[in-house]
């Protein structure tokens, strides 16, 4: 079972409050994201819809709009997505 952290940046650092002394594991995950030009008009719609101003960095690579203008993912789309699954199932293992 994982248990919930409350994570911030403080001048620069992140800090965490783990649920126990044992269970903190942390890594980083980068990923590449390289673009076509996205038109005006596809921006547009993307505000008017509104799904793009509830997600971190106003970003949905799946999104049917956006997809043919995403030239090359350099990482994976679970990352992108906000969990990356190998990372977090070998974070997971560690603990256990």
Same mark, same amino acid.
């Given at each position: 079972m994982l248990?919930?952290? &409350?994570? !911030? %940046?403080? &001048?620069? !650092? %992140?800090r965490e409050?783990?649920?126990n002394e044992k269970s903190?594991?942390?890594?980083w995950d980068r990923v590449e994201i390289y673009f076509h030009e996205?038109?005006?008009?596809?921006i547009e719609k993307l505000i008017e819809e509104g799904a793009?101003?509830?997600?971190?960095?106003a970003l949905i690579i799946e999104h049917p709009?956006?997809?043919?203008y995403v030239k090359q993912v350099v990482g994976t789309t679970d990352s992108v997505?906000?969990?990356?699954?190998?990372?977090?199932?070998?974070?997971i293992k560690e603990v256990l």
């Open positions: 248990n919930d952290l &409350e994570v !911030v %940046v403080y &001048e620069g !650092v %992140v409050k783990p649920a903190t594991k942390g890594e996205i038109p005006d008009e596809i793009v101003l509830h997600v971190a960095g709009l956006i997809m043919p997505m906000g969990l990356p699954k190998a990372l977090t199932e070998k974070l």
